[in-house]
């Protein structure tokens, strides 16, 4: 296997894995809309009981 064919294997793969990432992203910031919308996130539960002996 000669240099430039691993250089472009390395290439072709990193740009797979921004690719992955991008949409792991954006399905990410899809979730969270879709739950704030719904009023279904439940943050404030998880952090209410950390936070309210501290005030």
Do not use: H, Q
């Amino acid at each position: 296997m000669s240099s430039d064919s691993k250089r472009r294997n390395r290439t072709s793969s990193s740009v797979w894995v921004a690719i992955g990432a991008i949409a792991l992203i954006i399905l990410l910031i899809i979730w969270l809309t879709v739950a704030d919308f719904s009023g279904d996130t439940d943050v404030t539960a998880a952090i209410a009981p950390i936070i309210e002996p501290l005030m």
